[in-house]
Structure formats: C-alpha cells, structure tokens
Nanobody, 127 residues
Framework: QVQLAESGGDSVQPGGSLTLSCDAS????????MAWFRRAPGKKHDEPRE????????????YYSDSVKGRFTISRDSAKNTLYLHMNNLKLEDSAMYHC????????????????WGQGTQVTVSS
C-alpha cells in the first residue's frame, strides 16, 4: 500500500513557481519529522537523495538545505494529512524527482533515518 503520494510536479521555466503535495493520509505510523528530498537526473539510484526541506512534527520547526533556502518553503496541513513544498524562483539545477519522507524516531542527522518514502513527482526546469 502506498503510504505517501506526491503530486504537483511539472515542467516550468527558470524563475517560475510550483507547489508539490505529499498526501500522507494512508500513513498510520508515528512521525518525528517529515521532509522533501530530491534526486537529480543522471544520479544513480544507489546514490543518496539530497535533502532540501524538513519539518519537525512536535514543534513545526523547519529547516532547509543551503541550495534552496530563501526560495523553498515546507509546510503541513495536519487536517488534510498533507505536506507541501512551495518552490519559488526555480533554477535549472532544481530539476529532479522530488520525494517526501517520514522519520518515525529521532535517529541520525536531519537528513538521515527516514524510513517511509513516496515514489516521487518530477520537476523539470527548462527554458
């Protein structure tokens, strides 16, 4: 059963905006944090995904990678069990498959220890 379902990926021009959604309504486990990761084209599947934005469930605190800070915003609608990634001023290098993920317990660093993943949604930035 798919527990996390991403949507919203599209093709946009540089400078454009997109909002990605991650429907977590089918997820029944505990949540310590949720995050968005991405894998750029050409990267091998055994290479780790790049963490771009995360959110701590208890406090709502957010954190970002340097590559997206100031351009991307992560948010969550608890009533809808949906995680969002609002992306502004998109750059060519933002092209990637974007995945949302859940970490159940506080292990590892901010970008590690995630054990539930969605299948991803494709974002392509091109002129």
């Amino acid at each position: 059963q798919v527990q996390l379902a991403e949507s919203g990926g599209d093709s946009v021009q540089p400078g454009g905006s997109l909002t990605l959604s991650c429907d977590a309504s089918a997820y029944t486990g505990s949540i310590y944090s949720m995050a968005w990761f991405r894998r750029a084209p050409g990267k091998k599947h055994d290479e780790p995904r790049e963490g771009v934005a995360g959110l701590l469930d208890s406090s709502g605190a957010t954190y970002y990678s340097d590559s997206v800070k100031g351009r991307f915003t992560i948010s969550r609608d608890s009533a809808k069990n949906t995680l969002y990634l609002h992306m502004n001023n998109l750059k060519l290098e933002d092209s990637a498959m974007y995945h949302c993920a859940i970490k159940e317990i506080p292990v590892g660093g901010r970008w590690s220890g995630f054990n539930t993943w969605g299948q991803g949604t494709q974002v392509t930035v091109s002129s």
